[in-house]
């Protein structure tokens, strides 16, 4: 694998359901992001993670649940999530330069909460 | 106030032909970060071009170049002899707070590129 994977790459879920989308950089980046991309808006930052501690959360509600175990993998543990929750989910990487450390990004998961 | 606005929701462009995509940004930070992103239908976001606050130059990748114009406040790219492959949506994107340890990117709302034979 090379890159930034994502799986699964599509996700339906009913709002009492738990489940996890997991996020896996090949790259030896030390930054790891959660990214919303709901239609008709930006994107929208969610977490930033830097050597596996959370740098930044967008008063993101408690119902996405980030996790970095290492700085190659971060998870977004989902739970009682609501329809206006699906969008799509992009994780993305990077190493840490200066400002002009560009962001890989994954080829997301498309949720869809029923 | 929005921080990147780009105000074309759709373009076209007949293939071979030069487009610009217009992105203009609001920012109080002395050192920032200017980047632009391609997303095909497939969902992954491409990198393609970054132009730094403080770079006299502006930036070139391949058919790519940034038109960097900072007294203006804008960033906007553009491609050269289009291709079909290039159809697409563009996101501008900036990162502040250089040296701050903040790591977000702020992006636009994208502009969609469609590509004619």
């Known amino acids: 694998e090379t890159g930034v994977t994502q799986t699964p790459r599509h996700l339906v879920m009913g709002m009492t359901n738990k489940k996890s989308l997991k996020c896996e950089q090949h790259?030896?980046?030390?930054?790891m992001y959660w990214y919303k991309q709901s239609a008709k808006k930006p994107l929208e930052l969610m977490f930033v993670?830097?050597?596996?501690?959370?740098?930044e959360n967008n008063s993101v509600p408690s119902r996405f649940s980030p996790e970095c175990p290492n700085s190659s993998h971060l998870f977004l543990h989902l739970h009682t999530l609501q329809p206006e929750d699906s969008a799509l989910y992009l994780c993305?990487?990077?190493?840490?330069?200066?400002?002009?450390?560009?962001?890989?990004f994954g080829p997301g998961t498309r949720l869809t909460v029923l | 106030a929005q921080k990147i606005t780009q105000t074309q929701p759709g373009m076209f462009v007949q293939e071979k032909e030069a487009v610009t995509l217009d992105c203009t940004y609001d920012t109080s930070d002395q050192s920032y970060g200017l980047f632009w992103y391609k997303q095909p239908s497939s969902g992954e976001m491409i990198f393609l071009i970054y132009q730094g606050s403080y770079d006299e130059q502006n930036a070139t990748e391949g058919r790519y170049s940034l038109n960097f114009q900072k007294a203006r406040k804008s960033a906007n790219l553009v491609i050269s002899a289009s291709q079909l492959g290039d159809s697409a949506m563009y996101f501008c994107a900036m990162r502040e707070g250089a040296g701050t340890g903040r790591r977000a990117l702020t992006f636009g709302s994208g502009t969609r590129l469609q590509v004619q034979p």
């Open positions: 790259l030896g980046h030390n930054a």
């Open positions: 993305a990487s990077s190493q840490e330069r200066g400002s002009g450390d560009e962001q890989f």
């Open positions: 993670y830097n050597f596996k501690e959370q740098t």
